[in-house]
């Protein structure tokens, strides 16, 4: 069964695991000129734009609990949908692509065991690129009730950086945290054929809320 957070872990604003690289550096820049702002022009000037930063910074790394939704596949990835593709072997690929406004952390679309995470190097296209299926990406195999699930974790121009958040051989429940993309990007799910689509291309997607599959 997924987890439903509390109504007081659903007003706490998480962070995302993987973000300390990128926040650490900025949050201690901002303090810093803070503290020197008191004593110089020049430095109160320059804490303006490093604070703007520390809090934007703040903003892209948050992971807000979710209700997780009741449904078969449900949506891997906050941002909108890109592209809805039928694949050769009958498979329908749901391109999703993740602005920098958007949560960056991604959910498991079912409930199952992960057979593989593949990370496979390539460029940094913008995510919205077609070009962009040679990125840099993370490929992902689940083990589900439909049978194999494959989801694919693309970075883009400022995105460079996935980081899985489980290994080959874990169990994960529907709408779990399974990975971070750092700032915009795309996330693919392909659906099994048979399955029928239920969002539309333009259509906004909630991680762990937004159901991808019709009954």
Known sequence: MPHSPSSAQRGRIRLARGASPWLLPTVATAALSLVRARRSRGAAAAAVPATALAAGMLWFFRDPEREIA???VISPADGVV???????????RVAIFMSPLNVHVNRAPLAGTVTSVEHVPGGFVPAFNKESENNER????????????????????????IVPYVEQGAKVEQGERIGLIR???????????????AVEVGQPTTAGVTRLDRD
Do not use: C, N
């Not at 083990?143 to 400022?158: C, F, K, P």
């Not at 700032?183 to 689509?197: A, I, K, N």
């Open 70 to 72: 009741q449904g078969r």
């Open 82 to 92: 890109q592209s809805i593709m039928p694949w050769k072997d009958g498979r329908t």
């Open 138 to 161: 993370v490929v992902w195999h689940f083990d589900t009730e439909l049978g194999d699930i494959e989801m694919v974790q693309i970075a883009g121009a400022v995105a460079r950086r």
């Open 183 to 197: 700032f915009g990007s795309r996330v693919d799910l392909y659906l099994p054929e048979g399955v029928e689509v």
